[in-house]
């Protein structure tokens, strides 16, 4: 069926349909139900499972409550994931950012946001750290930075021998960092984020940050594309060990 068919025998707009299609629109246990009629879903496990999902997915997520974010989708994804694993060229990722750090990305990277909108930005940045240091702790992050994130200035010299200190001494992730010195690599064609979940049943995302729009791959090929990509860029970085303590250096020299 089209999407104009499903609408015309529910009577319903198109775009309504189109927009629960795309996610962007939550779905109730009516729509649910209505659907499940249209589809001829007639098994009434597989309409109750998705009826509770329908409910569940309703359940307001604690990033609500800072306002109108644009990457919540991400959000929900992240406060999810049992593991990421990121690659950033530019700064520090989100979940390792501190307050400081974070309010002079947020300032430098969308200037037309007033005060308060950057605040609660900055917010919801550190509130998505639990997954770090909270009790529902992610079961493993692994980030890879390439060494021009170390030499950006964001937010002034003491800011940044803050952020980096404290990126050397965080014991419970991996961090790794592509030095110069090994030219060209794949991430230089842009950054992301892979998301792993605990239930099988789910697939792993691969996750790009637009300017207007997020990009979220699920396909088998898309994620083994990535995958891939991934190992050569932890092959190409320093080990774990050796990235700390270059971090440490360039923390230090920004303290003089």
């Known amino acids: 069926m089209t999407a104009e068919e499903v609408a015309g025998r529910l009577m319903v707009s198109q775009s309504k349909i189109s927009r629960l299609e795309n996610g962007r629109r939550s ?12 589809y001829e879903v007639s098994d009434e496990r597989v309409r109750a499972g998705l009826m ?3 409910r569940e997915s309703r359940q307001r997520g604690w990033w ?27 700064f520090v990722p989100g979940l390792l950012q501190t307050r400081d750090y974070a309010e002079a990305v947020v300032e430098g990277t969308q200037p037309d946001t007033d005060v308060s909108a950057i605040k609660r930005r900055v917010d919801v940045r550190l509130k998505r750290q639990s997954r770090i240091y909270g ?5 493993s992050l692994w980030v890879v930075i390439d060494e021009a994130v170390l ?3 964001v937010g002034g010299p003491r800011v940044m021998a803050d952020q980096l200190l404290e990126l050397s001494e965080r014991p419970n992730i991996n961090l790794q960092v592509i030095p110069f010195r090994h030219g060209a690599h794949p991430g230089m064609t842009g950054t992301f984020s892979l998301m792993e979940f605990p ?5 792993t995302v691969v996750y790009f940050e637009g300017v207007t729009s997020d990009l979220y791959l699920e396909k088998e090929a898309d994620v083994r594309r990535y995958t891939n990509l991934y190992d050569h860029l932890r092959a190409a970085a320093l080990s774990v ?15 003089r």
């Open 27 to 38: 779905i109730s246990q009516r729509d649910v139900r209505d659907l499940c009629d249209v």
């Open 52 to 54: 509770e999902m329908a």
């Open 64 to 90: 609500h409550e800072f306002g109108d974010i644009p990457y919540s989708v991400y959000i929900g994804l992240e406060a999810e994931a049992s593991s990421i694993r990121a690659y950033e060229s530019s």
């Open 135 to 139: 009790e529902d702790q992610l079961g």
């Open 151 to 153: 030499i950006r200035v």
């Open 199 to 203: 239930e099988s049943a789910d697939s």
């Open 241 to 255: 060990a050796e990235s700390r303590s270059l971090i440490h250096t360039y923390a230090e020299g920004f303290k």
